[in-house]
């Protein structure tokens, strides 16, 4: 399939971590890891539900020490991206994963931003960090977290909000959310991916959300599914991700194309490459695939990504 120029808008950088590397930051860390090698480590890869993944995710990212780790992860996937067709890439970090290891705000934040500050001039991808909240921490947490991003004039476009969904709605972040927004933050949040239809009307009327992270199950939800519509609210869809935590049977069962044919403003996205078979092509190959989708349908799905990008006009008259 030839490649498709797109935006990424859902990426966790620690998602990107290889096993490779893995070993690699490992061996320079004096780290000794509990898998045998990268075929032990990528075995475990066979994932029950979001919980069973974030389990193995959290524990992997201990590799990553240094400004350099971070620095080295975020290359290789700008890399990785550009070689599949990425143009614009919006990352998300869990800032509050590794200061929970005794890693530094600075330490994990200049670490990537260094490397995202000259991705246009050296792969031509253009690119932008969100600061993503651990929502089954508490919101307090997140709040010092921001306030401390904030105090350092972290470069960063935007927060989100992310780990385990169920049980924790976007609601007990609302606070964080207005400060944000007040500091002329962006504003995303997972909802949907696990989760209930309501937590994707929390996020848009609570946290007043600029995008959605997945929002699948929205399409529970007839009058969300219209106001999704009416406000054209970007939803960044990840399909291989959602085979592989099972939110869906497989990828023939996923709602993508009903997605597409209601006219909802969806993207494609990998979310954590590294874990779910593959990067933002594989996704495009896969629902291709499946699907039989038809060129007008990739260009809806590439556009809809430039779209719902935070870019300025300038740099998104020229991806569009
Ligand atoms: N969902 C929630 N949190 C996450 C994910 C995801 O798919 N990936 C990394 N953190």
Redesign the pocket.
Known sequence: MPLLPCAELHL?I??TLEPDLVFALAARNGITLPYADTTDLAARYAFTD?QS??DL?YATMDVLRTEADFADMTRAYLRRAAAAGVRHAEI?M?PQAHLARGISLETCVNGVASVLATSEADLGISSSLIA?FLRDRPAEDALGVLRDLLAMDAPIVGIGL????VGFPPSLFSEVYDVARAAGLKCVA?AG??GPPAYVWEALDVLRADRI??GIRSLEDGTLVARLLAERVPLTV?PL?NVR?RAVGTIGDHPLPRMLALGLNVSINS??PAYFGGYVEDNFAAVTKAFGLSPDELATLAANSFRSAFLDDERRAVLL
């Open positions: 966790h620690e998602g979001l993944f974030l995710y998300m869990d993503a992310d780990s385990a969904e997972h991916e696990e992270d997945h990840c991700s935590l979310n954590d």
